[in-house]
C-alpha cells in the first residue's frame, strides 16, 4: 500500500503503486495514475488525467496536471504524461494539453526540471533535458534529448529546439534552434555548438569534428539557407560511422520541417 501521510488528500479515483510516498497536505486528484517509486514532496497538487511513470522525484509545492492556461479551453479531458526517473523540483507548474493540439502535455525520462519551471499546455519534453530554474515554456513547444534550457530562459509557443542543443541565461527563443547549436540572447543568436555536451555524451573526436563543419556551413560562410543545407548534405558519407550520418539527417530533417524559421 502507498504511503501516504496522514494530511494529505488522495482521491479514491487515482491510482497510486504500493511503493508510492506522498508527503504532508499534497492533493491528488482523481484521474491520476503514480508508478512504483515515485515520491510526491509535501503541498504538491496533481490534477487528472495524469499518468506519471515509475521512481520520479517530485518536490515541494509543485503543482502538475493544471488546467490549460488557454482561454478556448472549455474543460475537455485533456492529460498530462511524464516518465521515469525525473527529478522535478519546487514550484514547478505543468499544464494537460489541450484539442485544439494532441489533447496531452508530454514529458519524457531521466529529467532534471529546475525550480519554479513552467510547462504550458501541449509541451512535448523528451528525455534527459535539463530546464534550469525558471524556464518558461509556453504552448506547443517541443524540446529534443539531451538539450540544456538556461535559467529564466522564454520559449514562445510553437518554436522547437533541437536534440544537443542549448540556450544561454534568460534567452529570449522566437524562433527554432536547430540541433548541435548553442543560443543566447535578446535577440536571440547562435553562439558556436554544444561542444561540451556531446563529449560528455561519447561523440567521437570525428563526429564531433563533423558538426563543426555543419555549424561553419549553416552559419560561418555566408551562404543562404538552402546553399548551406546542400553543403551540409554533401557531408554524407564522409565518415565511416553511421552515426555520423545520423547526425546530418537529424539537422537537415530539423531545418526541413521548420515552420518559425531558424535561429540566425
Known sequence: MARVHP????DAA???????TVG?????????????????????????????????????HTALGCAPQDMKYRGEPT???????????????????TVQDGGVTRVGSDNWIMAYVHLAH?????????LA??????????????VIVGGLTGVHQFCKIGAHAMTGFQSHVSQDVPPFMMVAGNP????????????????????????????????????????????IAALKGGIADPAADADIALL?????????????
Not at 133 to 146: I, M, P, R
Open 7 to 10: 494530511t494529505a488528500l488522495v
Open 14 to 20: 487515482a491510482e497510486l503503486a504500493a511503493d508510492v
Open 24 to 60: 504532508p497536505y499534497a492533493v491528488i486528484g482523481a484521474g491520476v495514475q503514480i508508478g512504483a517509486g515515485t515520491t510526491v514532496g509535501s503541498h504538491c497538487t496533481i490534477d487528472g488525467p495524469t499518468r506519471i511513470g515509475c521512481d520520479n522525484t517530485i518536490h515541494a
Open 79 to 97: 492529460e498530462l504524461h511524464i516518465g521515469d526517473r525525473n527529478t522535478i523540483f519546487q514550484y514547478c507548474t505543468f499544464s494537460r494539453g
Open 122 to 130: 501541449d509541451v512535448q519534453l523528451g528525455s534527459h533535458v535539463i
Open 133 to 146: 530554474n525558471s524556464a518558461t515554456l509556453a504552448g506547443h513547444v517541443q524540446v529534443g534529448d539531451w
Open 188 to 231: 536571440l543568436g547562435v553562439h558556436g555548438f554544444n561542444v561540451e555536451g556531446l563529449r560528455r555524451r561519447g561523440f567521437s573526436r570525428e563526429r564531433i569534428a563533423q558538426v563543426k563543419q555543419m555549424h561553419r556551413l549553416l552559419y560561418r560562410e555566408g551562404l543562404a539557407l538552402a546553399a548551406a543545407t546542400d553543403a
Open 252 to 264: 537537415l530533417d530539423f531545418i526541413a520541417a521548420s515552420a518559425r524559421g531558424i535561429a540566425r
